[in-house]
Each structure stands twice: as C-alpha cells, then as structure tokens.
C-alpha cells in the first residue's frame, strides 16, 4: 500500500487530480495490475533483495487500493506550497522538488554519480532524473 501511494504521490501536482475521475480510474487500474511495481524507479532494485519480496508480496485487494486513495487527501492537506514540501512516504520525512536551485542539485547528484554509484542501472536511471532539458537535446 505505501508503494502505491509512492507511486500516486511522486508525479508532479498530483493532488491537482484527486477529484478527477480518470485519474482515480487509471491509480486504481495501476495498483488492481501491481504497476506501481513495475515502475522506472523500480529499476533501482535490480541488484537487491528488496526486488524478490516486492515481485513476490501478494496483489492489492480493491479495498486497499481504496484506503490508499482515500488517504491522498490528507496527504494533500499536508502540502506546503510556499516551499514546495510534502510528507514523504517514510514516517516524519518531508520532501520537496523546488527547495534547492535546480543547478545546486544537478551538480550535486553528479558528484554523488561520480563518487559512489557503482550499480550501472541505479547510475543510469540517476543521470537520466537529472538532466536539464536543454542537455537532453545535444
């Protein structure tokens, strides 16, 4: 249940679209078909043990996926938008994708990219996140 809600919670403005029935229809088909499972962030996990539980962990039942979007509004409440925060999936952690200037960030993960990432896919999938537009088109 908390990956699904991951996955709801980390598209950008999604709790513009909490009353928008197409995209409760399309969160819900995603958790009754475990494709928050098989999301691009899921290739992080290729190497670990973590993978084999979460293929393995038994579907969703309809009403769980019903408890997680029935939760999304309180998470929606919680969103600070002045600094662009909201609570993490983990207990008392906050995120945000706007706090720090896009280059600090960039040239940030590049470093930790450079310095400690020796998984080829985890590296990839990270260089790929963090590319500005205007890199991509060279």
Not at 38 to 56: A, G, H, P, Q, T
Not at 113 to 138: G, M
Request: glycine share 2%; aromatic share 10%.
């Amino acid at each position: 249940m908390s990956r699904l809600s991951y996955y709801i919670r980390s598209n950008p403005s999604w709790w513009l679209h909490l009353n928008d029935p197409t995209y409760l229809a399309t969160w819900q088909n995603v958790g009754l078909t475990d494709g928050y499972l098989r999301s691009r962030e899921m290739d992080i996990f290729e190497d670990s043990d973590d993978l084999y539980v979460l293929m393995n962990a038994p579907p969703l039942t309809e009403r769980q996926i019903r408890w997680v979007l029935s939760e999304l509004s309180s998470y929606a409440a919680q969103i600070d938008h002045v600094i662009g925060g909201q609570p993490s999936c983990f207990e008392r952690i906050w995120e945000s994708d706007t706090l720090m200037d896009p280059r600090f960030t960039q040239q940030l993960c590049k470093e930790i990219e450079k310095r400690f990432l020796s998984n080829e896919k985890v590296r990839n999938t990270c260089i790929r996140q963090l590319k500005s537009p205007d890199e991509e088109t060279r």
